[in-house]
């Protein structure tokens, strides 16, 4: 709490008591189109690794144990990895002389190279694959918890493969679902090594924003301002997504 407390403190005080760092973050334009980028980042990031890690956990939960183990190591194997060796990697991956684009050219699917990185797209497919184990692990814990006699009885009474998953499987997974998007865009609101090398500073995310001001503006007052809205808006989403499922479940206690 004393962290906390003193970022609280300092974005209220400068030579004694002053509101001027929240007025700023609240009017100027370069803190809402950060806010506004963080959250469309966030949004992306939490749906793309949702129709990603929906397939991948039902597989897992699907397949004999040996086959289930297997998956999930291959899911969490980067996290043997640092974050900034993964975001170096899809850098090396995406630039203009990577092998992606390399690839195309020699498919002649491409003539020139296309600006993959230093922009919001580079961004957002090294975000999803960094954060993709925090979606399937929810997932999957949520699918381990359906009984498989649910979905024999479905059969049995003469309901399609299909039917039978979107009308049993698919809404008894959805505290999962719900867990591993609270946990994929709470993570992504205060990501800062992806942005800064795959966005190239053109991609200036919230905890950029707080970095820049601290660094290159010596205004520690306005990143504190900046970082406590940020804590108070992960509050309020961890309060809304409360009235649904336990908190313990999103944060992987139960």
Not at 2 to 16: C, E, R
Not at 32 to 60: C, H, K, N
Not at 135 to 148: C, D, G, H, T
């Amino acid at each position: 709490m004393l962290p906390v407390g003193w970022l609280a403190w300092q974005s209220i005080y400068n030579d004694g008591f002053t509101l001027e760092n929240y007025r700023r973050v609240f009017t100027e334009d370069v803190y809402w189109r950060s806010f506004a980028l963080t959250f469309e980042i966030s949004l992306a990031v939490t749906v793309i690794a949702l129709l990603l890690g929906y397939p991948v956990a039902y597989l897992a939960n699907s397949v004999p144990r040996g086959w289930s183990i297997l998956i999930l190591s291959l899911v969490v194997l980067p996290f043997w990895t640092s974050v900034l060796v993964r975001a170096y990697a899809w850098l090396a991956l995406l630039q203009r002389t990577g092998v992606i684009n390399q690839l195309l050219r020699y498919l002649d699917v491409i003539s020139e190279p296309l600006a993959l990185v230093h922009n919001t797209f580079g961004t957002v497919v090294a975000t999803v694959h960094i954060l993709l184990p925090f979606m399937v692990l929810p997932l999957y814990a949520s699918m381990q918890k359906i009984p498989n006699d649910l979905m024999q009885a479905g059969a049995s009474l003469g309901a399609s493969p299909s039917l039978t998953f979107f009308r049993v499987f698919l809404p008894l997974s959805l505290p999962g679902v719900l867990a591993g998007c609270t946990m994929v865009f709470v993570l992504c609101l205060g990501f800062y090594i992806t942005p800064e090398l795959l966005g190239g500073g053109r991609t200036v995310m919230v905890s950029m924003l707080v970095s820049r001001n601290v660094e290159l503006y010596n205004q520690f007052g306005a990143a504190s301002a900046v970082a406590v809205v940020l804590l108070l808006g992960v509050l309020a989403i961890f309060c809304v997504v409360s009235r649904f499922i336990s908190l313990d479940r999103v944060l992987g206690q139960k």
